[in-house]
């Protein structure tokens, strides 16, 4: 597996919750971190969350990373139309020794 | 603070090279590594390949080995991209990424370059 799986979209009014999976295997998320960005429209990703679970100063608690087995997943609560753009899961993966980049999630504010 | 700063949008015809600048500033350089990543339009993003500053070691996707070389200049601290043979679908942007973490790859980027844009096209 070279891909990280992520769904296509998701979608939800403002204040509601989205959570965004991704799915890997053994090799990659199940055996290291995962990290999050966020990719508004024309420019360049931004980390979100990294170690799993850990946000970067100046990332509001309204995002949330966790991980169970090969799956992880982001949460973002309290959807704020700022909050529409590309999401991105990305992991090491040990038996390819390359890092393994989620296909990419779109996020749209209802 | 951290900076990349990148150089700016390049078009090039197939077969032709093109090379890529990461001109950094705020951290120690030369005892970090630098990541490549690239972006087709409309597309997800695709890692190309990582190298130690520190003392220029590489690790390229499999896709890129045999197309691709890393190089980073320590006295500049500036890290460079070099992609040859380019063809259409190489059209993309192009990011560089600085990894960060416990691990001896990085396990997050923090920092990213605000990307140049690479037309291919004849």
């Known amino acids: 597996q070279s891909v990280l799986t992520q769904p296509p979209s998701v979608s939800a009014a403002p204040g509601q919750k989205v959570t965004i999976s991704c799915s890997g295997g053994?090799?990659?998320?199940?055996?290291?971190?995962v990290s999050w960005y966020q990719q508004l429209p024309g420019t360049a990703p931004e980390l979100l969350i990294y170690?799993?679970?850990q946000r970067p100063s100046g990332i509001p608690d309204r995002f949330s990373g966790s991980k169970s087995g090969t799956s992880a997943t982001l949460g973002i609560t309290g959807l704020q139309t700022g909050d529409e753009a590309d999401y991105y899961c990305?992991?090491?993966?040990?038996?390819?020794?390359?890092?393994?980049f989620g296909t990419g999630t779109k996020v749209t504010v209802l | 603070q951290v900076h990349l700063v990148q150089s700016g949008a390049e078009v090039k015809k197939p077969g032709a090279s093109v090379k890529v600048s990461c001109k950094t500033s705020?951290?120690?350089?030369?005892?970090?590594?630098m990541s490549w990543v690239r972006q087709a339009p409309g597309q997800g993003l695709e890692w190309m390949g990582w190298?130690?500053?520190?003392?220029?070691?590489?690790n390229y996707a499999q896709k890129f080995q045999g197309r691709v070389t890393m190089t980073t200049d320590t006295s500049t601290s500036t890290a460079y991209m070099e992609l040859r043979s380019l063809r259409s679908d190489d059209t993309a942007v192009y990011y560089c990424?600085?990894?960060?973490?416990?691990?001896?790859?990085?396990?997050?980027?923090?920092?990213w370059g605000q990307g140049t844009l690479v037309t291919v096209s004849s």
């Open positions: 990424a600085r990894p960060q973490g416990s691990s001896w790859w990085g396990d997050y980027f923090d920092y």
């Open positions: 705020g951290y120690t350089f030369g005892a970090s590594a």
């Open positions: 190298i130690s500053a520190y003392n220029g070691n590489t």
């Open positions: 053994s090799s990659n998320i199940g055996n290291n971190y």
């Open positions: 170690d799993t679970d």
């Open positions: 990305v992991t090491w993966d040990l038996r390819l020794s390359a890092y393994l």
